[in-house]
């Protein structure tokens, strides 16, 4: 998907995949007789591109590595509560989707010592500044892939768990990037989808820059996964879990 309150101009965590999601868009309408996307006047914040009711939102943009590095960012986000949370065992492979800086990338991967990191990102520099930082740091186990707005190009049925930090509700083509993903996963495989809490008037972000739980369950489970639980230990931000069907 700048210091006068960032969040109350919905400048939310966003990484290079969120800023450059819109960059190659303009695809061919789809040839279903029901429109995947459709189209409205797009609202202050939006793009009038509708996905399931929902309108995709702007991309803010941000000078990203700088805001994404930002010493605040563990106070306002909690970072580390969000990595204890998400279960990961040492063999796992895990996907930062949306990876910017590496941010979340780095914190998981002394979690898998045995597995890896997929860091994901449909900017070419920000995984050479991924790269560097894991040669500066002698981490081995973070790898850069490149993937582009409506594919993450993850391996077939080969990533435990995918990582989304409030930039899925930027994505130009949410119904096909999910598809890749969940492609990417094994079976039991789980989703973690953090999104800022759209029921939540007190969340100072933009509407369209928040989803609703309810929301997003119904877009995820467009793609066949299904909402395991939703943790709520954040102060502004849904932590939703969601399951490849077919695992143990």
Known sequence: MKRSFVPLLGLVSISAFAVAVFAQ?????TTESRPRYTEKKASRDGTGKVYMGREISGVVSVHAIKWLERPERTKEEAPQDVVENMGLKATDVVADIGAGSGYFSFLMAPKVPEGKVLAVDINAQMLEFIAAKGRKAGVTNVEGLLGTIEDTKL???EVDAVLM????HEFSHPHEMMTSIVKGLRPGGRVILLEYRGEDPSVPIKPLHKMTQKQAIAEMEAVGLKHKETKDFLPRQ???VFVKPGGE
């Open 238 to 240: 849904h932590f939703m």
């Open 165 to 168: 930090v409030d930039a899925y």
């Open 25 to 29: 868009e303009k695809k061919p309408a």
């Open 155 to 157: 391996p077939e049925g």
